[in-house]
């Protein structure tokens, strides 16, 4: 009997276990389950379509459970262009869970959706003894006009325009949950610097300000930066990504050389992929500057398919997603 890996599904098993078993046909849905669409687009009226996206929230420490809560599925909603209007949540608690965590937690909550105006209209929330951990689904919605819909595919000579968190969720969680063999390497100021930048594990600020200028975005998840895969495929597409442009947080790169890591396929929550056509790029760029928000150019999507990674003045493909580095370091 063949055993599931940790971890998101891979691709393949999507497409022989999952895509083939999704009900009935409705007209009402534009774009259902897709390789690299993390959101449903549905027909909503004449001028507006309904964006809806579920994540689950589950591995992260107690004190971030609210925050990620809200923003996991949030902003799978904001790349497609919408911003997150109303949210089901289950929570799905093991015993011992404290009154005080949910008091929390819902504290937390209340707080990021009156940030982003957004409102909880409904879920379940119950103890079981057979939960573990601590758990929560969240399906976000909103709503985007027709012709605002952004979608996660590029035509040939579209820049790619990443924001500077890429490895950011990997090393974030590694200052949680392996602060012990960190703690040699790293002062107990920069670990506690490191807990504290998981509030930047969210492309939502970033996604509603690239609207204006972007054909389409994606949120670096598992996998980080191999997601250019997905868009290249979707699109029927290459790429060409320069290492030399690369911009990761000093800290990201000191716990990454740390655990002998490339940045590519490290998890990267929170890290937008911009799909921008040539003459909106700068503009882009700079409109996150000016937010405090750190953007690059790290490549573009050509004509060619192949896939390329220009490295130290050598060009050889760009990694696949063979497995996530988060996945193996804590499934310990």
Same mark, same amino acid.
């Given at each position: ?182 703690? !040699? ?7 506690? @610097? /490191? $807990?504290?930048?998981?509030?930047? +594990?969210? =492309? #939502? ?30 699109? !029927? ?7 030399? @442009? /690369? $911009?990761?947080?000093?800290?990201? +790169?000191? =716990? #990454? ?40 150019? /790290? ?8 896939? #390329? ?24």
């Amino acid at each position: 009997m063949e055993k599931l890996p940790f971890g998101k599904l891979r691709n393949e098993l999507l497409r022989e276990v999952i895509f083939p078993n999704l009900g009935i046909e409705d007209g009402k849905v534009i774009y259902g389950p897709k390789e690299g669409f993390d959101s449903a687009v549905l027909e909503y009226d004449d001028e507006h379509y309904l964006i809806v996206a579920t994540d689950p929230t589950l591995g992260v420490p107690a004190e971030t459970f609210g925050f990620f809560t809200y923003h996991f599925a949030s902003s799978d909603v904001a790349v497609f262009g919408a911003r997150p209007r109303w949210l089901v949540i289950d929570f799905v608690l093991p015993p011992g869970t404290s009154r005080e965590f949910l008091e929390r937690t819902m504290e937390d909550l209340n707080g990021e959706c009156r940030r982003f105006g957004s409102a909880i209209i409904g879920g379940h929330t119950g103890v079981y003894p057979s939960v573990r951990e601590l758990v929560a689904t969240t399906t976000a919605m909103g709503l985007v006009k027709r012709e605002g819909l952004k979608l996660p595919l590029a035509k040939p000579g579209d820049r790619i325009i990443v924001t500077g968190k890429v490895a950011l969720e990997f090393v974030v969680s590694a200052s949680y949950f392996r602060a012990r063999e960190l703690k !040699g390497f790293l002062t107990p100021g920069k670990l506690s @610097r /490191l $807990r504290s930048l998981y509030r930047l +594990e969210t =492309v #939502l600020p970033d996604a509603l300000i690239a609207r204006p200028f972007v054909r389409g975005m994606h949120d670096a998840t598992e996998g980080g930066l191999t997601a250019l895969h997905e868009i290249a495929d979707n699109s !029927g597409l290459g790429f060409v990504v320069y290492s030399d @442009r /690369l $911009r990761l947080n000093p800290l990201v +790169e000191k =716990v #990454l050389d740390f655990y002998g890591l490339e940045p590519w396929s490290v998890s990267s929550t929170g890290t937008l992929i911009a799909i921008t056509p040539p003459e909106n790029s700068n503009q882009l760029i700079a409109e996150l500057h000016k937010n405090g928000i750190t953007a690059f150019e /790290l490549g573009e999507f050509t004509r060619e398919k192949e896939r #390329l990674l220009v490295e130290n003045g050598k060009v050889k493909p760009f990694p696949e997603f063979e497995g996530d580095p988060y996945v193996t370091l804590y499934g310990k």
